[in-house]
């Protein structure tokens, strides 16, 4: 496995490079946005759960 490494070039290491960078832009991209996908739905979830009680408090009065 070394000797594979020891092989390289200067631009099989830089296509490494950026391709590493790469996968960290794409991870925080989609990290970013499934938590704001996550927290739409949070609010969503509340939203529907407030008309319910009040759709109860309403029936109730």
Same mark, same amino acid.
């Given at each position: 496995?070394?000797?594979?490494?020891?092989?390289?070039?200067?631009?099989?290491?830089f296509i490494l490079i950026v391709d590493i960078v790469a996968v960290i832009i794409v991870v925080? %991209?989609?990290?970013? $946005?499934? &938590?704001?996908?996550?927290? *739409?739905?949070?609010?969503?979830?509340? %939203?529907?759960?407030? $008309?319910? &009680?009040?759709?109860?408090? *309403?029936?109730?009065?």
């Amino acid at each position: 496995m070394i000797v594979m490494f020891e092989n390289w070039g200067m631009t099989e290491w830089f296509i490494l490079i950026v391709d590493i960078v790469a996968v960290i832009i794409v991870v925080r %991209f989609l990290k970013n $946005k499934i &938590r704001r996908k996550l927290n *739409e739905v949070e609010l969503r979830q509340s %939203f529907q759960t407030r $008309k319910r &009680r009040e759709l109860n408090k *309403e029936k109730n009065d």
